[in-house]
Nanobody, 125 residues
C-alpha cells in the first residue's frame, strides 16, 4: 500500500507560480506522477518521475513550464508550475505505482494504483 497526501494548491493570478507537494507513506513506489482534471474533461497526464533513478517524462504541452522532482529523504514529490495560465485550472492529483506500467512514459491513469485526494489549482486571468 502507498498513501499519498497532496498540498500546495490554491488561487494564483495568471503568470504566477505554485509548487504542489505529494507526501508518500507506506511501500516505496516505482514511479509517481501528477495528473490533472478540469471540470467536464478527462483526467490528463502532467508528468511522472521514477522514484529510484529520477527519470522524468512530461506532457509535451507542459514541459516548458512544469517541473517534477522528488526528495527521497522526505518521501515527497513536487510539481513546480510556472507561468500559470487560466487553462491550468484543475484539480491536480498525485499518483503512484509500485511496478512499471504498460508504457515507458506511464502516462495513463490506469497505470497507477494509488491516488491522492487531489488539490485544487485555480488560475485567474
Amino acid at each position: 500500500q502507498v498513501q499519498l497526501v497532496e498540498s500546495g494548491g490554491g488561487l494564483v493570478q495568471a503568470g504566477g507560480s505554485l509548487r504542489l507537494s505529494c507526501a508518500a507513506s507506506g511501500r516505496t513506489p516505482y514511479a509517481m506522477a501528477w495528473f490533472r482534471q478540469a471540470p467536464g474533461k478527462e483526467r490528463e497526464f502532467v508528468a511522472r518521475i521514477n522514484w529510484s533513478l529520477g527519470i522524468t517524462y512530461y506532457a509535451d504541452s507542459l514541459k516548458s513550464r512544469f517541473t517534477i522532482s522528488r526528495d527521497n529523504a522526505r518521501n515527497t514529490v513536487y510539481l513546480q508550475m510556472n507561468t500559470l495560465k487560466p487553462e491550468d485550472t484543475a484539480v491536480y492529483y498525485c499518483a503512484a505505482s509500485r511496478e512499471p506500467g504498460f508504457t515507458i512514459r506511464m502516462d495513463g491513469p490506469n497505470e497507477y494504483g494509488y491516488w491522492g485526494q487531489g488539490t485544487q489549482v485555480t488560475v485567474s486571468s
